[in-house]
């Protein structure tokens, strides 16, 4: 696999483990976390460019936006089989110059918004309806004011997903049982379905591959 993806992979996993202290469930795209900190990078400089770039594995002294991470946006906002949109904003109070604008706009779907960080209750409703819009009004609040004290800076990032299963289950055969979750038995649906799938296990995991339809794009699961 690609350094750059591993990259990404890492990134994620760190973020995932941080929130999992929560006890909450947890949704995240290591790869649309990646694009939105490689756009923050694209604008830095000095020891805050060094910085990022040990922290991100790249050369400081070159783009991140590498041929591997490029083919692979390219390629998500062009499958076919699902739709999967990617969107980065950065809520700001300086002033990005025109260049940093169009760069993380061409190169990163990314939007830049001035900001008056001074009145937080304003700027969280704004990222919060930003947010709303990007995700098909699917995930309606991200931050509360509070979050948002003494902030200069705000980056969000959203990415909105929605495919159908290669193969349709059937919703007659759709049946309520008992979940064994760590905080004892729930009564959940189980859909069900007879098919010849990618399927791997050992005695510390099982893993299953869903195809979407066009089957370029898989949900993969481990048990």
């Known amino acids: 696999m690609p350094e750059a993806f591993d990259v990404g992979n890492e990134i994620g996993w760190k973020v995932f483990q941080a929130n ?13 976390i990646e694009f939105a ?20 594995k790249l050369d400081s002294s070159k783009s991140p936006l590498n041929p591997d991470l490029a083919a692979l946006f ?3 906002r062009e499958d ?7 969107a980065n904003s950065i809520w700001t109070s300086l002033t990005p110059s ?18 008056d960080f001074s009145s937080p209750e ?4 704004d990222i919060n309806d930003w947010v709303s819009k990007a995700t098909n009004n699917i995930i309606t609040k991200v931050v509360i004011p509070s979050d948002l004290d003494g902030a200069l800076m705000a980056l ?30 729930l009564l959940a649906h ?23 339809r066009q089957r370029s794009t898989s949900m993969v699961i481990f048990i």
């Not at 025109?98 to 900001?115: F, G, P, Q």
């Not at 304003?122 to 409703?125: A, D, E, N, R």
């Open 156 to 185: 969000a990032n959203a990415i909105y997903f929605k495919g159908s299963w290669d193969e349709n289950f059937d919703a007659k055969l759709t049946k309520e049982d008992d979940f064994q979750s760590s905080k004892g038995k």
């Open 80 to 86: 076919k089989g699902v739709k999967i949109e990617i």
């Open 37 to 56: 900190l490689c756009a923050l990078f694209e604008g830095s400089k000095g020891t805050i460019r060094k910085s990022a770039a040990h922290f991100l």
């Open 122 to 125: 304003k700027i969280s409703v």
């Open 190 to 212: 189980f859909m069900n379905r007879v098919e010849n799938f990618s399927y791997f296990e050992d005695v510390s995991v099982q893993v299953l591959e869903l195809p979407y």
């Open 20 to 32: 999992a202290l929560l006890k909450k469930n947890v949704f995240l795209s290591p790869i649309s």
């Open 74 to 76: 390219k390629s998500l």
């Open 98 to 115: 025109n260049s940093y604008r169009k760069l993380v706009h061409d190169r990163y779907a990314a939007e830049i918004h001035s900001a």
